[in-house]
């Protein structure tokens, strides 16, 4: 791949292939920009195969030549995402069958079955072709393979497919019963044969089942992208990929790295919108799914697709402001990406995206955005030393799918929200006040290489995560343990005994009972006296509020109200080598800068950069010789720098004296 970063986006020219000049004119404006990578054939297969078994690859072939004539390399896409109308004409098996069981018609994209063996050889015979006829071409860089995977079938194909998991997972029918507790209720079941896909039409609230169901929704497409993945190997050895959506709950992503070379995914968050519009939670939000996503293969990855302007399918399309089109592309790249890609190239002239930013209108003139690109351009070139290094973390937060998919398909104790990523994104936000690296994990991944492990809500422990996270602790690492961690097995059965489970003595406290505080009621928690991280301040606490017994663990902080005032909110506990603490309440934002600035030192981590204002991010890449140190200043005002942050470094971008908003400065440490 190119020494440069992957500069441009997905381009759909077969959107106006009648007119060959708009193509022209659109080059002139990719040299302009300094655009080097476009993505191709993502949504083309009417185009390819316009009728059964007759394929036509000549205008893709012309597009793919074009754009090596002029030195861009091409991202090449399997268009599995959407297919023609005559596939699903005469064979109606591909199209999904929706929860109440109802045949969908055709129309939108991605409503076609996973497990249809039609739709699969379909599939496979395209792209064998595509593989056959551009696997080998120079400016072919890559496979991206099918467009943002989603969404379930349950047609009578994936019922069975459902049951033959099933039975591979639990081995008999019996252990199935008791694994799900069906004695409740009466929904005892003699065969597998008598299960269903989770339906509003039938059993819907029996959890197991519907964990279970999405772990297969998961594993489905999985098998599917695999043999998309094996059909374009046959001829071809390029590397693969597949975008991957922002903190999309419907599939468990962990299970897609395997089988990739390297990840990539959509990025659109709602920049001057989101979080009231404050820009520092929506650049934390969006850091927490980039850490998510590099943390996969602990590699770099690819910012497949964000918007350069207005996104059309959010609540407002909101302009982005002078500024944040840049600030937004490096805060990828700080991150661990080795590209800044967008959709759309042009804008579409009609359907359901025609009003989706892109970097070049239907005016074909030079835009604002298209200036602040070709300067995001030009930027992108200064700093290409530091593609390819990689992003070296020793702290890391759990952020478990399945443990959220179990936590938040249970019944309790808080049917109005758990608010987990409102609890995940403020520790995000006081790890990052620290001025260290953080890697988003899940519970399956590692622990070894990180010296502080924090675990926020992690209801389900599976895989041994329980001795994994003791182990962890008793060789000297310091392990951060919140509320409603340690509650379930991986069927979501209740843990007997003590909890959190396995990790009571650990912690030094174990968990009586939890309340659940109704929106705009809280708590507070106090200052413990003569508490061992010298806290001096109190802090608001919602949501959830847990009541433990302290058996070895000291208090740090304690509640300041109801029955269960001068329970502990915080507690530390000593554990072989290392330390525990619990955190028993969501507190507010600022507790976790002040929490984590007091254990930092003791952790062993040194920061990337110290004493950093709120909103103002600082992240490392290293490719084993020099560092690459990106701050980003995502206020609303300016920042002046301290003389000693760069003092005696090499200067790659940016001002050392001074950070605007929405501001980067790189430099060499």
Known sequence: MSAEF?????????????????????????????????TLNVFSWAFLEPEEGRYDFSFLSFVIKRMGEEGISVILATPSGARPKWLAAKYPEVLRVTDDRRRMLFGERHNHCYTSPVYREKVRLLNERLSEEFGHAENVIAWHISNEYGGECHCPLCQDAFRNWLRKRYGSIEELNRRWNNAFWSHICRSFDDIESPSPIGEHKNPSLALDWKRFVTYQTVDFMSEEIKAVRKYSELPVTTNMMYDYDGLDYSRFADSL?????????????????????????????????????????????????????????????????????????????DSVLFFQMRNSYAGYEKFHGALIDNSGRCTRVMKEAEELGKKLRMISRVKGSIVHAEAAVINDRESRWAMEGAAGPRNAGLHFR???????????????????????????????????????FRSGAEQRLREFAADGGTLVVT??????????????????????DVLGLYRTEIDALADGKTNTAVPAAGNK????????????????????????????????????????????????????????????????????????????????????FASRRTDGEKNFVFMQNFSASEVILDSSVASGCRIIAGSPERLPSYGTLVFEK
Request: charged residues 20%.
């Open 422 to 460: 409102d609890n995940l994104r403020r520790i995000y936000l006081g790890l990052r006040s620290c001025g260290i690296d953080v890697d988003v994990i899940d519970s399956e991944h590692p622990f070894d290489g990180y010296k502080l492990l924090v675990v926020p809500m992690l209801y389900m």
């Open 6 to 38: 992957h500069f441009g986006g997905d381009y759909n020219p077969e959107q106006w292939m009648d007119h060959p000049d708009i193509l022209e004119e659109d080059i002139r404006h990719f040299h302009r920009m300094g655009i080097n990578t476009v």
């Open 261 to 337: 070379d390297f990840i990539s995914w959509d990025n659109y968050p709602s920049w001057g919108t989101g979080f009231g519009g404050d820009g520092v939670l929506v650049a934390a939000d969006n850091a927490i799914e980039h850490d998510y996503f590099r943390s996969l293969k602990n590699k770099p990855f690819f910012l497949m697709e964000s918007c350069p302007a207005a996104t059309n399918w959010q609540p407002y399309s909101h302009l982005k402001r002078p500024g944040v089109l840049e600030a937004a592309s490096l805060e990828a790249v700080a991150h661990g990406s």
């Open 533 to 616: 991280l010298g806290m001096k301040r109190s802090y608001e606490c919602s949501v959830l509020a847990e009541v433990a017994e302290l058996t070895s663990a000291s208090p740090v902080l304690v509640y300041g109200d109801d029955f269960y005032k001068g329970y502990p909110a915080a507690a530390v506990n000593s554990y072989g080598s290392g330390r525990a603490y619990y955190i028993a309440s969501m507190l507010e934002e600022g507790f976790y800068a002040d929490f984590f600035a007091s254990i930092i030192a003791g952790c062993g981590i040194e920061p990337v950069v110290s004493g950093l204002p709120r909103g103002v």
């Open 483 to 504: 509320h409603w961690s340690g509650v379930a097995d991986e069927c979501d059965a209740v843990y007997p005994g003590l909890s959190p489970h396995g990790l009571a």
